[in-house]
């Protein structure tokens, strides 16, 4: 997972609450095996019909929001099935903030794992954020390590962010490098058990010696 201390983008208004995952990457999607190439299907449903062609009342792919990397939803974003899909499409996408008023419990988890910074925010601030980015052109910046948000126009506010997850984006720890911090004393543990318990046979299981 890529560290990330800051970030300063473009953003997106999404004014839309309660936005599943299914939404965010529909199920015909799912059948990749990398976590990477899902992008291009975020939100397909409401930006494309049946026949592949562009809805005119979804407008992510208005030429205006090229390069959007903050988006900015409303409240419960993330709720419905658990699919970890919807954090990799998201980030695929090139989101790497995404501020709302609330977000469901494993999507929150989730985007934190995969390296997305998800802020709470008030309602009122939100909805601030989303008339002035309405065409385009606003941009926010995030300050991870001082847990703050800046403005163009030079307004600035605090964030609150579970330290366990902080810490691991700063330093782009996923789960991996998690368990692989810990390397010495798993060979330590190995080392310590006897011969018997490390002969496998062809099936996989522990066997005597």
Request: proline share 3%.
């Amino acid at each position: 997972m890529e560290a990330i201390k800051e970030h300063k983008g473009k953003v997106y208004p999404l004014d839309r609450g309660n936005v599943d995952t299914d939404q965010i990457i529909p199920k015909q999607f799912l059948k990749r095996v990398e976590r990477t190439g899902f992008g291009q299907f975020v939100f397909n449903n409401w930006r494309f019909d049946d026949e592949g062609n562009r809805r005119p009342d979804f407008d992510l792919d208005d030429e205006k929001f090229d390069g959007a990397s903050v988006l900015i939803a409303g409240e419960n974003f993330g709720c419905g099935s658990s699919r970890e899909h919807a954090p990799w499409a998201l980030l695929d996408y090139g989101f790497r903030v995404i501020i709302a008023p609330s977000f469901a419990d494993i999507f929150y988890n989730n985007a934190f794992k995969n390296g997305i910074i998800l802020i709470k925010a008030d309602e009122s601030q939100v909805k601030e954020w989303m008339k002035k980015s309405a065409d385009g052109t606003f941009n926010l910046h995030i300050d991870l390590e001082k847990q703050e948000i800046a403005d163009d126009e030079g307004t600035v506010i605090t964030f609150n962010i579970p330290g366990y997850h902080k810490e691991n984006l700063l330093n782009g720890w996923d789960d991996i490098s998690l368990t692989l911090l810990l390397d010495d004393k798993i060979k330590d543990y190995e080392d310590r058990q006897p011969q018997s318990a490390k002969v496998l046979d062809d099936d996989g299981i522990y066997k005597k010696v």
